[in-house]
Structure formats: structure tokens, C-alpha cells
């Protein structure tokens, strides 16, 4: 049986109930175009019922097939058949559905192909075009009226899709997230957008957390290391008192006192952190204020002399006022264990050598072996044979030197120097600061130190602090913005925070990736700044992002929290997320804009951490009165203690 095909009616067509058949089979091929349910007419007689039925089925099937019929106009027999009314509505459909093809799609009635020729506009679907038999319009109304039902449908799905948060597993749309889902973010419906803007919010980013996972693990693991290598420091806010009797250097046993650093994060003391690579001034720079302070102390020095006991079984280095004891002499301008005629290297013959200062004669300290020479001498020479029972020891954070014996230097967990007289001869910097040393000696220059501590940590607590928000907000951003956009950000940010915390609290030891992640916060308020129209109410969502960053500076004026590096991560922060987040162009002044701003602020970024910089190695000296109020308040007397911006007075023995 040949299939039938549909013709224009004519009068000449056979009865009227043929007629009605073919009216028929064209109203249910549009019926099912439109996907509208309409309901066909039951009322006909039960002799064609059975060709609804059939028609009903074939219309179905009309989506693979074309309705042969040819064309009157000659300019469109190259043209070949006119297509189904099916097919018609489904390349309406998808042109429609496209914003890219929407324009030519109500020109045309379809998506033009690549390279196709283009027709008059509603070549197919004018109203000069007779629609269907019987239904008395044009195509182009039927279609009009059969699509507006697609179009709706399609809108109300859009705007339910906008209207929630449709965040997913492995996909981030912009505007959503971790803190969306926890603010109840609003997002305006999608048909007040235009169209060019809805295609930009239909593509779903779906990065995967490389650097996050990578950055979680590094962390991880320095923490482990640190742990396993130092000892854990007491829990605490404020430096605690510890005393211990011990054998001091004057053979006099006497109860030593000093106070330990604390660490309420359940990790090492600073001193141990300063020595695995913690933000340091003193150690990045030749930090002049520092550098001063040494040399106050070698002048103090220089004013020193040889305290003895009778029997020269111990003998220090210390002040005339402090060698008191009844059992001990003081020799003025002497060095104890240190001097020409105790030095028998022929390369510190030179008496030239030993004139001037202290500070500036050679470590040649007298030998056992040589003590039996020297007592032929006829020299004044007690300070050369008596028992050195007190040597530098450098203690503190900031690398005090002060003349003790081994003993106590251990108990006060300094660095004992053996085979040094004076402090003078020893770099406690050095000592301090740890990790690869200096290149040129008492030239600080580990200037790695500005991204170092981005990957170290206090303690556990603060490890698992940081780990939260990496694996919520950090990798959540991540898998929109991509490993190299958010590195970027990150490490930017942990920079210039740690620079700018550098200048201004220079002797506070500083850990931890607070910079960095302020950083990421502050991406967050760029994603809803770039993309206000998306929100219903894009003040209050920023007001939100805003009262948790203002929460969270709060939480920086407990000691030990570094609210400058806050600071600086959150500038930068903002500064780079302009640069390279992604965003939505509302329209083409629009995008010249945002355009406009992203050069603005690359070049602003690169500016300040250039001035930063600059201010930091030959600057110095900078201050910022009330600053420390910044950074810590005052609680009590001693709270903000270990937060001063100022050096300490030097120790004494």
C-alpha cells in the first residue's frame, strides 16, 4: 500500500468526507507539532474514527519524512520539495531555542546552515504562505501560536532553574557555591535577561580541585615534619614563667627563671617556627633597626672585662658592677681565655691585630696545651689561664647573646657557642633564622620567606582551620575559576599579605595561609561585584560576604594572629580576582568596562608590589602609630606582648 500523500485541496478532490480526512490529518500533524494536547474533534461519524486513529499514528512518524509537493514559484525549484510541516516546527524549535540563531529562525522560519543562501525573510512561513487546510491562517501564524507553548514552557523551566541554587556535584555555575548554599543566595529569574546573558550563565564549570589537593597535602605533610622535629610548646596566650635551680657559671648553684613562648594553637614556640621558615623581618633583610641594636651591645662590650675566681677554676666575661662575688677578681681591658700572648698562631702574630676594640680581635682562643708556656711568661696572665666556665649563648626570638654557661644556655633553649669568648664573634641572627643560612655572613637575604610560611602552620588547630576552608570554599572556587586562575589569586595573596605584615609588625613571627585564603574571600565579593544583575538583591549578598570578612578580622585581634597579612591577602586579593575571574558581559559597554577595570587593577597589583617591596628593603624604619591596635587589643598587660612592632631591650647575664 503506497503512503499518502498530502496535496492542496481542490474542488475537484472527492467527496466531502474524503475532504474532512485531510483536513484532519493536517489538524493532528500540528496537534503534534505543537505538543500543545489539543484535543481533536470527536463528534465526526463512527466512519472515520478509524482513520483518526490511523492518522494519529502517522503523524508520528511524519518526523523522519518530507510531504512531497512541489513548488509554484520557479526562483525556488533549486529548492527542491517544501518540507513537512513536522519538520518545519522542529527546525522553528531548535532555532529558536538557540540565542545564536534566533534572529534568522524568525526571519527564516529555521537556522541557516553554514554558507546557505539566504531567502526572503519568512520565505516559509509569511502570511502570505497558506497554512494547513481548513484551518484558515497562514503558516506563519500557526507556527507562531504552536511555538509560543514551547517558549513558555522553556521560559518557566529557566526561570525555576535560576530562581534556586542548582549547584552539583562536579559542576559550579557562577554566582553559586559552598557560602551561596549557606547565605540562601537569590538569583533574578531568567527571562528578564537577555538572551546573549542567559547562554553565559548555561556553562557550567566543572574544574577539577588540582591545586587545592595539592596545597592541602603540602601542608599536611610540613606540619608532620614540624612536629616530629620540634617539641610542642605550652598551651597558652601569654609567655609563661618556668624556673629550674641550676649551676651557673660563677660555680654557685642559684634558681634560673625564664620566660617560654606559648602556643595556643597545640604546636612548637616561635623560635622553632622562625627556624623552619616562618615570616621574619631580621631574616629576609639586614634589618637596620636589628643591626643597631648589635651594635649598642659589641659597644657595651667593649667596657667589659674578666671576672676570676681566686682559684681559676671559673672565670666570665660580664660587667665590673655584676662580678661581686668575694671569691672572684675583676681585671679591667681583659678578655677571659682570649689575647696576644695566649694566641700562638702565627697568623695572629701581629700585635696591630690586638689593638682597638674587642670586637675586632681575632678568635684565637688560648688551647689547654699551650697553658703550660704561658705560665712561664712573665705577663700578667690569670684571664689566659683560668677555666672560661661561661660563653655566648644566643637566646630568644630575636637573637639576644648573652655570656652563660652551656647548662643554662640548654635550659633557656638558646644556641650555645663553645668556641666563641665574645658575642661578638658569633652571628645570632644566623642562629636564629635557621634553614640555608646567609650567602654573605650578617647579611640576612632569605627572601623566600614572602611565600614560606603560606605553607606552614602554628599547630593542628590552625591546620584544620585552614584544611576547612580549603575544602569548602578554596576547592568550591576552584572548580570555577580553574588551578592557574586560583593559584594565582592565592599565591598573590599570600605575598603581599606577608610583605605588608613584613613592614609594618617586622619582629612578630608570622605562619600560616590567612593571607592567601582572605585572598579567595575577597574573589567571592569580586564574583558578585562583576556579576551584579544576576542577583535579586546584590546588596545584601555583598553585605553578607562583608559582615563574615569583618568577623573574621575580629577573630584577628587575638594574639598571634597576623590582621596585617589579612590585610594585604584580602587587597590583593580583590585586586587579581578582577584580573582573571570569569564574569558575565551584560551587554558591549559592559564588557569594555570590566575590560577597563582588569587593566586597572593588573597594573595596580603589579604597583604595589613593587612599592612594597621597595618600602621593605630600603624604606625601613617605617611606622604606624596605633597600628598595633590593628593587629591586637590589650586585653591585659602582657596579652599583646609577643604582637609589638618594637626590637626588646637586649639581656643581660
Known amino acids: 500500500m503506497s503512503e499518502p500523500k498530502y496535496v492542496k485541496a481542490t474542488d475537484q478532490e472527492g467527496n466531502d468526507e474524503e475532504k474532512e480526512r485531510k483536513q ?25 474514527r478509524w482513520q483518526q486513529k490511523y492518522q494519529t499514528m502517522r503523524a508520528k512518524k511524519l518526523k523522519d519524512n518530507v510531504i512531497e509537493r512541489n513548488l509554484s514559484n520557479p526562483d525556488h525549484t533549486e529548492r527542491g520539495r517544501r518540507p513537512s510541516a513536522f519538520v518545519m516546527m522542529k527546525d522553528f524549535y531548535k532555532g529558536y531555542s538557540n540565542p545564536d540563531t534566533r534572529s534568522d529562525t524568525l526571519k527564516h522560519g529555521r537556522a541557516l546552515k553554514p554558507g546557505e543562501k539566504r531567502f526572503a525573510d519568512n520565505e516559509f512561513f509569511g502570511t502570505d504562505k497558506p497554512g494547513p487546510a481548513g484551518t484558515g491562517t497562514s503558516w506563519g501564524n500557526v507556527l507562531a501560536s504552536a511555538s509560543a507553548k514551547i517558549v513558555e514552557e522553556q521560559s518557566e523551566k529557566e526561570e525555576e532553574g535560576m530562581g534556586e541554587d542548582i549547584h552539583t556535584d562536579g559542576e559550579r555555575n557562577i554566582g553559586e557555591g559552598f557560602l551561596a548554599n549557606m547565605m540562601d543566595r537569590e538569583f533574578v529569574t531568567m527571562n528578564k535577561l537577555p538572551p546573549e546573558v542567559r547562554k553565559q550563565l548555561r556553562v557550567k564549570f566543572d574544574n577539577r580541585p588540582y591545586f587545592t589537593t595539592w596545597v592541602m597535602f603540602v601542608n599536611i605533610v610540613i606540619v608532620i615534619i614540624t612536629l616530629a622535629t620540634q617539641s610542642i610548646a605550652p598551651v597558652g596566650f ?107 698562631n702565627e ?24 697553658k703550660e708556656d704561658i705560665k712561664n711568661l712573665d705577663i700578667e696572665k690569670e684571664h689566659l689561664l683560668c677555666e672560661v666556665s661561661a660563653r ?117 613571627p608570622e605562619v600560616g595561609a590567612s593571607g592567601a585564603l582572605y585572598g579567595i574571600l575577597a574573589s567571592l565579593i569580586v564574583e558578585v561585584v562583576v556579576n551584579w544583575k544576576i542577583y535579586k538583591s546584590p546588596l545584601l549578598e555583598l553585605a553578607k560576604l562583608m559582615l563574615l570578612v569583618a568577623l573574621l578580622f575580629l577573630a584577628g585581634l587575638l594574639p598571634w594572629i597576623d590582621n596585617f597579612a589579612h590585610i594585604g591577602g584580602f587587597l590583593f586579593g580583590f585586586l587579581t580576582s578582577f584580573v582573571v575571574l570569569p564574569h558575565v558581559n551584560f551587554s558591549e559597554e559592559d564588557r569594555i568596562a570590566k575590560l577597563v577595570v582588569q587593566i586597572a587593577c593588573g ?31 590589650p586585653f591585659t598587660e602582657s596579652f599583646c606582648q609577643d604582637s609589638t612592632m618594637e626590637l626588646r631591650p637586649r639581656i643581660g647575664d
Open 238 to 344: 601569654t609567655d609563661k614563667l618556668v624556673n629550674r635551680q641550676l649551676l651557673r657559671h660563677n660555680l654557685a648553684y642559684e634558681t634560673i627563671g625564664f620566660n617560654q613562648t606559648t602556643n595556643f594553637w597545640i604546636g612548637p614556640d616561635y623560635q622553632s617556627l622562625i627556624h623552619l621558615g616562618a615570616k621574619y623581618s631580621p631574616c629576609m633583610r639586614k634589618d637596620k633597626a636589628y643591626f643597631e641594636k648589635i651594635a649598642d651591645d659589641v659597644k657595651q662590650e667593649d667596657t667589659t672585662g674578666c671576672c676570676i675566681r681566686k682559684d681559676l677554676n671559673a672565670c666570665w666575661q660580664t660587667d665590673e658592677s655584676k662580678c661581686t662575688s668575694s671569691f672572684a677578681v675583676f681585671k679591667e681591658d681583659k678578655v677571659c681565655g682570649l689575647g696576644r700572648d695566649g694566641c700562638f
Open 347 to 370: 697568623a695572629y702574630s701581629n700585635r696591630s691585630l690586638w689593638e682597638g676594640p674587642y670586637s675586632t680581635w681575632p678568635n684565637c682562643p688560648v688551647q689547654e696545651a699551650d
Open 24 to 48: 484532519m490529518m493536517m489538524r493532528d500533524t500540528v496537534a503534534a507539532f505543537a505538543g500543545a494536547g489539543a484535543r481533536r474533534n470527536t463528534t465526526m461519524n463512527s466512519s472515520t
Open 603 to 633: 597594573v595596580l597589583s603589579v604597583v604595589l608590589f613593587a612599592l612594597l617591596f621597595i618600602v621593605f628593603y630600603l624604606a625601613q624604619g617605617y611606622t604606624c602609630d596605633g597600628c598595633s591596635y590593628i593587629n591586637c587589643i
Open 392 to 508: 655566648p649563648c644566643c637566646v630568644g626570638l630575636q637573637g639576644e647573646c648573652i655570656i652563660i654557661s652551656q647548662e643554662e644556655c640548654e635550659f633557656r633553649k638558646g644556641f650555645f657557642h663553645e668556641n666563641a669568648t665574645l658575642c661578638s664573634q658569633v652571628s645570632c641572627i644566623t642562629d636564629v633564622c635557621g634553614l640555608s643560612g646567609f650567602l654573605f655572613d650578617d647579611v640576612p637575604d632569605q627572601f623566600y620567606r614572602a611565600l614560606l610560611p603560606t605553607f606552614m602552620h602554628a599547630g593542628l588547630i590552625h591546620l584544620l582551620i585552614t584544611l576547612v576552608f580549603q575544602i569548602t570554599i578554596l576547592r568550591d572556587m576552584e572548580k570555577f575559576a580553574g588551578w592557574w586562575r586560583i593559584g594565582f589569586i592565592y599565591f598573590a595573596s599570600g605575598i603581599g599579605g606577608t610583605m605588608l605584615s613584613a613592614i609594618l609588625i617586622p619582629y612578630q
